[in-house]
């Protein structure tokens, strides 16, 4: 191995601790507790080497950002892989979803809350966005009667959204959160 190699194989690796630890940081402590400073320190490397790798905090948000979206998208497909067309797999999909959504909501907060200056349904979206959009266009899709499908998936994410935000916050009883999803399926999907 080359010494470029080898350093291009460290910084990729220091890279990777630094999406990491954030990511860590912020499912333990919250986004707020995510700072260079104590990113230096937890990851044991000055400030100026995390600015070699990043701009700065909005940066390595977006890099969580794009590693959730990645597992989201595998969560999803995992979720309908085997499952006949139509409701059983949307409720599949829509199940992952909101357990991907619960069990990492920090990760969550990273995807869809926070700025990260990661551009939605642009020429410019990055590739794992557009991979977690096909999946739901995938399997949505098959649903949408007569309506637009890129249309009809925007609005049964943007309702997935909405349970989850408002559950999250307290607004909604989690008690009814299967109920909730019961009736979005019998809504937009059909019995």
Known sequence: ????ERKERERAHRHQLIVATAREL?????WDAVTTRR???RIEYSQPVLYSHFRG?????GAVALEGFAELTAAMRDAVVGRPEGRPAVAALAGAYLDFAERNPALYDAMFLLDTGLPFADAATPAPLRESFGVLLDTLGQVAGDAEPALFVEVFWSALHGLITLTRSGRLPRT???HRLDLLLDR???P
Do not use: D
């Open 26 to 30: 912020a499912e333990s402590h919250g």
């Open 188 to 190: 937009l999907v059909g």
């Open 57 to 61: 905090k909005r940066e390595i948000v």
């Open 1 to 4: 191995m080359s010494v470029q």
């Open 176 to 178: 009814e959160s299967p």
């Open 39 to 41: 990113l230096a320190e």
